[in-house]
């Protein structure tokens, strides 16, 4: 059951763009360091991300996210002090160990003091155990244990924020051109919408692709333990558990819990838009998806069912919703991200 009957925005019905009289942009350089280790050919990585730029490199019209800051101090290639801030605006090809680690932290961090307690969480118990004892058998991390390619991930793993939307093309290596791009970080744009329909006045938020079934998709009863009505984009909340769970299995209980299924229309209007993020896999090199992924997109910010502020979603804000919009549909929105 849908949350509303609407019809298309302004952005979808006219296929215009909103002209905006204020821009602020900047120019942004793309975290190659990053990109090239979230890439699957550790050994010739800058080839390879050459050979399939179209699924590292920035796109016109995408979100873009800083990736200056470190999600904790022990990593080591953060550049911090360069002319231009480092942005991204993919996960290229990390592992799936990788991203569920994004996604629990996310989901598992309903408090600042919550979200402190897991990321480093991720560097005692993820990272440096693994380093330390050699041990095989740690639960946090699962069968991939000891892969120095998810310890190199876990380790440099940024602190995401939202640096604007990208004005122009920008690659992730120097073999294949320029690696800067304009940045709107201020103004409006007309921008592609996420899984979730986005309705006028609200608070936006960005999110991975990958974290869709983190959410709700329909308006119904949660099956937490107070039985709240959930609207669509709210968090999920685990059956009898509060959200107690604190480990990385806990995200595939939540992924179960009613997976988001996109209808017929909405996966038309999604291959049609897609278009504009390069090619798909008509020609794969080497027998490898050319089609771009882990990508990040804006969703409405909803309290959770019980009526809390979610600080995992709540640091993820950087816009407003001016013109609504479908599932996979062009709409309008202001950037905040001066302001945050």
């Not at 204020?22 to 010739?44: F, G, I, Y």
């Not at 919408?193 to 608070?203: D, I, K, L, S, V």
């Not at 107690?244 to 939540?254: E, P, Q, S, Y």
Request: hydrophobic letters at 35%; charged letters at 20%.
């Amino acid at each position: 059951m849908s949350q509303y009957i609407s019809n298309p925005g302004i952005a979808a019905a006219t296929g215009t763009r909103v002209d905006s009289s204020s821009k602020h942009t900047m120019a942004c350089r793309v975290n190659e360091p990053l990109m090239l280790q979230w890439c699957t050919n550790q050994q010739d990585g800058r080839n390879y991300v050459h050979q399939h730029k179209n699924k590292f490199c920035v796109h016109k019209n995408e979100l873009v996210l800083n990736t200056s800051q470190p999600l904790n101090m022990n990593g080591t290639i953060m550049h911090n002090c360069k002319a231009y801030p480092a942005v991204v605006s993919n996960l290229g090809e990390m592992t799936i160990t990788s991203r569920n680690v994004l996604q629990w932290l996310y989901h598992f961090s309903p408090t600042g003091h919550q979200f402190m307690a897991n990321k480093l969480r991720i560097r005692k118990e993820f990272v440096e155990s693994v380093i330390e004892t050699k041990d095989g058998n740690n639960p946090c991390v699962g069968h991939v244990v000891g892969h120095q390619r998810v310890i190199g991930e876990l380790k440099n793993m940024p602190y995401f924020t939202a640096q604007g939307y990208a004005l122009g093309q920008a690659w992730a290596s120097q073999l294949s051109g320029d690696t800067v791009s304009t940045v709107l970080i201020g103004g409006m744009q007309t921008v592609m919408n996420g899984h979730f329909e986005c309705r006028a006045g609200q608070m936006l938020q960005w999110y991975f692709d990958f974290e869709a079934d983190m959410f709700c998709q329909d308006v119904g009863k949660a099956s937490g333990i107070n039985k709240e009505v959930t609207l669509v984009g709210m968090r999920k909340v685990l059956p009898g558990t509060a959200d107690a769970l604190d480990t990385t299995a806990g995200v595939a209980k939540v992924e179960a819990l009613n997976p988001y299924k996109a209808s017929a229309i909405q996966q038309d209007r999604k291959r049609y838009n897609d278009r504009e993020l390069g090619a798909l896999d008509g020609m794969p090199l080497g027998g490898k998806s050319e089609v771009k992924s882990n990508i990040v997109l804006p969703k409405p910010y909803m309290l959770r069912s019980d009526g809390g502020n979610h600080y995992g979603d709540h640091i993820r804000i950087f816009a407003k919703c001016i013109s609504g919009a479908r599932p996979h549909e062009m709409m309008d929105l202001m950037l905040m991200t001066q302001s945050l």
